[in-house]
């Protein structure tokens, strides 16, 4: 739901950190979650390591919104499922937190949230209940990164990271059902 895409990028703020530029992380150098390589396309030139550090707080919301949020359709989606997908696709990039969804919601695995799969969403939480939907979604998303070559320096970090926004997603969910 559009109303939160605040709660939802301030959760997942929490994780991102500020500076970082570490030299397994496949984004290479990121200020508060936002790769070089991201922030020279929004502004649409090359940008500089301190341009990055200092990025507007405007640019970084904008960011997070158009290039995550709108792109996976989080405000399609249920309470706190949006959160859960809006952060995997943060940390995994919006294709990948499309398929871990459309896998399990049984749509064609194209990497990109359309009215198929939204309809396909709303089909899975009218028969398997929205919190077996969550956990469903934050399995795949554990599953995903055991797969990764960087899990042995990022794994842990991912894991409590999917868990706490799990937590978060499941709490919205019910706090938002009786609206």
């Known amino acids: ?25 496949p984004g290479g150098a990121t200020m508060t979650g936002v790769t070089h390589r991201t922030y020279a396309s929004y ?18 919301a904008d960011i997070y919104r158009k ?24 940390n995994t990039g919006p294709a ?6 459309q896998r399990i919601v049984g749509v064609p695995v194209d990497g990109a949230i359309g009215p198929k799969t939204i309809a396909a969403v709303n089909d899975y939480v009218a028969v398997h209940g929205l919190a077996a939907l969550i956990e469903a979604y934050t399995d795949a998303r554990q599953s995903f990164y055991r797969l990764l070559p960087t899990y ?9 990271r999917a868990d706490g ?3 978060v997603a499941r709490d919205l969910s019910q706090n938002n059902s009786v609206v």
């Open 1 to 25: 739901m559009e109303r939160n895409f605040p709660e939802a990028l301030a959760h997942t703020l929490k994780f991102e950190g500020r500076w970082a530029n570490h030299p397994n992380a």
């Open 96 to 101: 990948q937190a499309a398929r871990l969804l």
């Open 152 to 160: 042995v320096h990022f794994g842990e970090g991912w894991r409590k």
């Open 165 to 167: 926004v799990a937590k």
């Open 43 to 60: 502004l649409g030139r090359d940008v500089s390591h301190d341009e990055l550090r200092a990025i507007p707080d405007e640019h970084l």
């Open 67 to 90: 290039r995550y949020w709108d792109a996976c359709r989080c405000s399609e989606l249920p309470d706190g499922l949006d959160m859960a997908v809006f952060d995997a696709a943060v």
